[in-house]
Nanobody, 122 residues
């Protein structure tokens, strides 16, 4: 199976920045998109951003537009989520996932990482 490992989470004060990384052990022909979701306690898993391995079709939830940037490094088999101007509402476990295409629904992704905790202090 594809193994996804997130890193880069941590504690940051409001207004600060973090960069999350998601390293994939391998890609498959049917795993052409990478996405970031987040889940706070008591809330549903929510879409954050996604991108295709070609670099096309970047998509973001409106909540993070203008503050977060998703990109990928094909040579390193890694996707990144640069998070700037973090808000306390961004506190959650962030998960990366791979799927066939860039979509916003979590059930359409095939593989998931274990998540990395992001805590934004107020």
């Amino acid at each position: 199976q594809v193994q996804l490992v997130e890193s880069g989470g941590g504690l940051v004060q409001a207004g600060g920045s973090l960069r999350l990384s998601c390293a994939a052990s391998r890609r498959t022909l049917r795993s052409d998109a990478m996405a970031w979701f987040r889940q706070a306690p008591g809330k549903e898993r929510a879409f954050v951003a996604a991108i295709s391995w070609s670099g096309g079709n970047p998509d973001y939830t409106n909540y993070v537009k203008g503050r977060f940037t998703i990109c990928r490094d094909k040579a390193k088999n890694t996707v990144y989520l640069q998070m700037n101007s973090l808000k306390p509402g961004g506190t959650a476990v962030y998960y990366c996932a791979t799927g066939v295409g860039v979509v916003t629904t979590p059930w359409e992704y095939n593989y998931w990482g274990q998540g990395t905790q992001v805590t934004v202090s107020s």
